[in-house]
């Protein structure tokens, strides 16, 4: 495929792409649906009326909304043909949209737009399912020989988060206030975290109609409940966490603020970066099974910006080590009967490999304070500094072709004067 807008190689928003995200501009502040192509953004709210096939026909009103929610409701046979529409009128042998007075209203320059959250996220659920990065922290804070617990195999571990914190890349963090136990058996005290974390990880937006109370998916009817996936920071008090996790888990120390990519990557573009699913043993119970990949070797990479301005690439690892796939996940969720919404968020966990230079965190990375990850700048790192600026990328590579997220972004603040 080509299309007639021109992009490098490096390009991370080709017309193999197409991710979906919500923006605005000065000149229309009106929030809006638009599709990432080169440096561009296709305003689809413009382009509503060139959805003339049979399923998307009668529903054009949703490229009009301020949200991807009534699109993702519509599943996957109209997600299907959305892209196709999108791709033939994007491609270099359509001239529909490369009229002049057509293309002058259809396309926003990137860099004049404003993006925000794709989604109205009724509801945001965090995963815990890397085995490496499981085993790292097991090992941490039990040992070598218990790091898994014993349910871990067995179905995926989570919680639900705060979906009112979840914000769009770009958007600053503050160093929280809490309790802590600074020392073993000592008094708690309050005041500021002293050891914020990043996390590496990526989420999915559930689409397709919403499931009653009652009803559940199995793994393998999950997938056409899956719209599409962003990367994300889940920041982390590390020594509120540990002193407010028991018994019931995270709880203040990761409702402080979760940052998104503004892009949603759809699975269509993702299919040509499947690969195997991890094995897993034991076998999973029968609701947790399924046949088709739901793992992709999408490359995952976090910089830290420091307050001198100098970058370090801090770690490289890759969505290929999730141990439970999306869709074993939001079986999961669903076993007991929990509904599910268009544009509820569920994110994977911290995602870490099997080297020490592709661990998801500075919790692993510095392994718990012991080992100092050092920075371009001569500086080093335990854990975030104020004034240091996060940036997680992912992306898959094609031939000659690069699929990528966009940047998910944030710059830790410090702790707001009481």
Sequence with gaps: MKSFIEYSPECEFPIQNLPYGIFSTA??????????????????????????????????????????????????????????TLQSLLSIENGTLQQA??????????????MHLPARIGDYTDFYSSIHHATNVGIMFRDK?????????????GYHGRASSVVVSGTSIRRPRGQTLPVE???????????????????????????????????????????????????????IQKWEYVPLGPFTAKNLGTTISPWVVTLEALEPF??????????????LRHRDSCSYDIKLEVDIKGP???????????????????????????????????????????????????????????????????????????FLQDGDEVCIRGFCEGDGYRIGFGQCTGKLLPVKPE
């Excluded at 399923?55 to 997600?79: C, I, T, Y």
């Excluded at 559940?216 to 990367?231: E, N, P, Q, W, Y």
């Excluded at 076993?335 to 966990?349: K, R, Y």
Aim: charged share 20%.
């Design 274 to 287: 499947a690969v195997p699913n991890m094995t897993q043993d034991p076998q999973p119970f029968p609701y």
């Design 101 to 114: 007075d057509i293309r002058s209203k259809a396309f926003v320059s990137q860099e004049k737009a404003t």
């Design 185 to 239: 058996g000592a008094t708690p005290v309050y005041g500021p975290c002293r050891l914020m974390d990043f996390e590496l990880e990526v989420a999915f937006f559930v689409g397709g109609p919403p499931t009653d109370l009652g009803d559940t998916l199995s793994a393998s009817r999950a997938r056409d409940h899956i719209f599409g996936l962003v990367t994300m920071n889940d920041w982390s008090a590390r020594d």
């Design 27 to 84: 000149n229309d502040p009106k929030k809006r649906i638009g599709v990432a192509i080169g440096d561009k953004i296709l305003d689809l709210s413009a382009i509503s009326d060139f959805f003339t096939g049979p399923l998307l026909a009668s529903k054009q009103h949703v490229f009009h909304q301020d949200s991807l929610n009534e699109f993702m409701s519509l599943g996957r046979p109209s997600w299907i043909e959305a892209r196709q």
């Design 308 to 382: 001198t301005g100098v970058v370090t690439t801090v770690t490289r690892s890759n969505y290929k080590y999730m141990y439970w796939t999306m869709q074993q996940q939001l079986a999961h969720h669903t076993v007991t009967g929990c509904n599910i919404n268009p544009g509820d968020l569920m994110a994977s966990g911290t995602i870490s490999g099997e080297t020490s230079d592709s661990y998801g965190s500075l919790l692993e990375l510095c392994w718990k304070g012991t080992q100092p990850v050092p920075m371009n700048d001569g500086s080093t790192r335990k």
């Design 145 to 157: 020989d218990n790091a898994l617990m014993p349910n871990w195999k067995y179905l995926p571990v």
